[in-house]
């Protein structure tokens, strides 16, 4: 009966070891994957950031880009730059 015991609980030590070693493995395969959630978490501020950014220099852009489109405005009321020979001199 002594060695069925013996048998027994050298088995359920080992079953013990396995088990905690398991146990272990989990435990620094949870830390990585901890590590790289916070790595992608950072990443992702990161490009929102980038991406705010972006958006607020389109924005504050938007209108020097509408000026180049447009065409330009016709000033009215304005005297033409030249004026006109005037009718008393040759001409050619």
Known sequence: ???????????????????????????EYNHLLSQRVTAYASEIN????LADEYAASDEADIPRQLS???????????????????THLPRE
Not at 6 to 26: C, G, S, V
Request: proline share 8%; hydrophobic share 40%; charged share 25%.
């Open 68 to 86: 180049d489109l447009l065409p330009p405005e016709e000033i009215s009321g304005k005297k033409p730059a030249r004026l006109p020979l005037a």
């Open 1 to 27: 009966m002594d060695t069925s015991l013996a048998h027994e609980n050298a088995r359920q030590r080992a079953l013990l070891q396995t088990q905690q070693d398991t146990i272990r493995q989990m435990a």
């Open 46 to 49: 990161w490009l929102k950031a």
